[in-house]
């Protein structure tokens, strides 16, 4: 597990990767800048989706969760109780206790720079 930061702006996440083979794909290419928009119930951005194993996907997410597929870099940040419908979602890592309230002061649209923390 890496730690890694998330930044818009004046507003920075901390948030941990996990130990799936897209997470640690993931950190080899940070620091890594990607745009996007306010869905709803994610941020979705953008993103080549590199190496992952399909035996790591799973159904549904949590709140505050990280995903890396289908071309796109998603920060998750509601809609986990209507979540179960998605599948083959690959979870690359989860925002830190306490910073999912800091993705509501977010505006519409985003370039996030996301970074190994220090």
């Given amino acids: ?42 941020y979705c951005c953008s993103a080549a989706n590199g190496r992952y194993d399909p035996m790591e996907t799973q159904t549904g997410w949590k709140n505050g969760d990280l995903c890396l597929c289908g071309g796109w870099f998603a920060l998750l940040y509601g809609g ?26 977010m505006p519409e649209k985003v370039t996030l720079r996301i970074s190994m923390a220090e």
Avoid: W, Y
């Avoid at 507003?11 to 080899?28: C, E, G, P, S």
């Fill in 1 to 42: 597990m890496q730690n890694i930061t998330i930044t818009d702006g004046n507003t920075t996440l901390r948030a941990i990767l996990n130990d799936t083979v897209a997470a640690r794909d993931f950190a080899k290419r940070l620091p890594v800048t990607v745009t996007g928009c306010d869905s709803g119930v994610d």
């Fill in 80 to 105: 986990q109780e209507q979540s179960s419908n998605c599948r083959n979602m690959m979870i690359i890592g989860h925002l830190e206790d306490g910073d999912l309230e800091k993705v509501k002061e």
